[in-house]
């Protein structure tokens, strides 16, 4: 086997409860600048990976609290549009929820004193990796195995890998650059990818049909 194989992995992102709760936007606000930054990490990626039969009506915990929880369609809205993949380092993601936060308290007195129709509860991740011992020795290998790869194996090498690689960068886009500038196109079109706004099985059809443009057959 060569040393320069990709080696698929699996995984799972396990939730943990942290005991923090917040049932006021203060609270929410002066949770988040001390909650570990998994917490952070979880409440944005971790729904990706729960199974579902319909649409999630906002991309991150926060936002949907603020729906439900506050009745605040206006912090929801804002909320729901922050993106994760814009930042390389969970710090200045979770300074951003903060700030928006803060803003929308600034504009309404009453967020400042309402109680949530129920609490937001800070769960933490864990994730647990698993080897699934199939290695592929070329890009035109994973072009054909990138459409029966399973949403978390994914998530690991796609979105997970980015907090893992130097500077947010993907496991694919790792192992093409050591093919000496061969795939660069393809490094180009991965980077463009967002896994944020959309489903697990939406980012696996992206892939695979950047893969085959490159270097496989239609998808």
């Known amino acids: 086997m060569s040393a320069d194989a990709f080696a698929i992995k699996d995984c799972a992102l396990i939730a943990i409860a942290t005991g923090q709760k917040a049932v006021t936007l203060k609270e929410l606000r002066d949770r988040l600048q001390m909650i570990s930054s998994d917490s952070v990490y979880f409440h944005f990626w971790g729904s990706l990976l729960e199974p579902r039969f319909e649409e999630r009506e906002y991309n991150n915990d926060f936002a949907a609290w603020a729906r439900r929880g506050l009745h605040d369609d206006v912090l929801a809205e804002r909320l729901a549009v922050v993106d994760p993949t814009v930042y390389v380092d969970v710090e200045p993601l979770r300074q951003e929820l903060v700030e928006v936060i803060e803003e929308r308290l600034d504009e309404s007195e009453y967020l400042n004193w309402v109680l949530a129709t129920a609490p937001f509860e800070f769960i933490r991740s864990q994730i647990v990796v698993f080897d699934t011992y199939q290695r592929l020795l070329h890009p035109e290998d994973l072009a054909k195995q990138l459409p029966s790869l399973s949403t978390s194996s994914i998530f690991y090498h796609f979105i997970d890998a980015r907090r893992r690689l130097p500077e947010g960068i993907d496991d694919f886009r790792l ?28 980012l696996r059809r992206q892939l695979a049909e950047n893969f085959n443009r490159c270097c496989g057959e239609p998808v």
């Open 175 to 202: 192992w093409l650059a050591s093919f000496d500038g061969q795939y660069a196109d393809l490094e180009k079109q991965l980077a463009a990818i967002d896994p944020y706004f959309g489903s697990l099985s939406d």
